[in-house]
């Protein structure tokens, strides 16, 4: 839980103790909802789970093959081993804490892979995993002091994009906490945008 004293952080409590703690981080991923919570805010971070397949070995595929996207329906490919890593997005998703394989997307993408790939409709699955996208409303990541709570941050909210994005929002955020100016606004990632509705919606998200 998060221990909150006179409207600001005072202390986490764990499982392993407490520890007093003017500043938190929320960077629990697609749980980050669920951390806000403890603080009472209102972080919209919602989990939504994803598929990810790969196939056996397919000759004709090299290392040097690009990563390959159709926008249209976010269904994509690249190479992985000695053959594609593919999967896509479905566009009635709920949200969920699911991330049991849903073996049901191969027949979502048939159409799309017939009509993108079609050698990829031959070659059979080594392996498949699920995990979790952790979407925000507009597919921005959530970044810096939330107003309503001194010693509140937010590092969360990725909308399935966040590994590309940890070394630059890492840095610039650690500038931030230090009261420094970071190298690039991060006004345009504030929590507090959901209130002022001034948002700037990433629409390319796979
Ligand atoms: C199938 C799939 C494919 C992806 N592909 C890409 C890609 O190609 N490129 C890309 O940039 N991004 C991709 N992503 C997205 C990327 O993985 C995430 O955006 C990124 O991992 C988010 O990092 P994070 O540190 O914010 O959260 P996470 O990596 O989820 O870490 C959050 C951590 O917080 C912990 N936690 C949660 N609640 C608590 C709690 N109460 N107490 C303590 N710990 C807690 C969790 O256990 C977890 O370890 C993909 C995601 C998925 C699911």
């Known amino acids: ?9 005072s202390a ?43 196939t056996d070995r397919m000759p004709a595929v090299t290392r040097d093959h690009p990563m390959t996207i159709d926008m249209t329906t976010s269904f994509y490919f690249h190479p992985e081993g000695e053959g594609l890593l593919f999967g896509m997005g479905r566009s009635n998703e709920t949200p969920s804490f699911d991330t049991q394989v849903d073996w049901s997307m191969l027949d979502a993408m048939a159409e799309v892979v017939e009509r993108r790939a079609p050698s990829l409709g031959t070659a059979g699955v080594r392996t498949a995993w699920a995990g979790l996208y952790e979407m925000t409303p507009d597919h921005q990541p959530i970044l810096g002091p939330v107003d309503d709570l001194d010693g509140f941050w937010c590092a969360c909210g990725f909308s399935g994009h966040g590994f590309q994005q940890a070394p630059a929002v890492g840095h610039l955020l650690a500038r931030c906490f230090l009261g420094e100016k970071p190298e690039v606004s991060l006004d345009v990632y504030a929590h507090r945008r959901f209130r002022t509705g001034v948002v700037e919606p990433e629409r390319n998200v796979i």
């Open 1 to 9: 839980g998060i221990d909150v004293r006179e409207a600001r952080i």
């Open 12 to 54: 986490v409590t764990t499982s392993a103790g407490d520890i007093v703690a003017p500043a938190v981080f929320n960077c629990a991923g697609a749980w980050a909802g669920e951390v806000g919570k403890m603080a009472g805010l209102s972080v919209p971070v919602e989990p939504y789970p994803r598929n990810i397949f790969v």
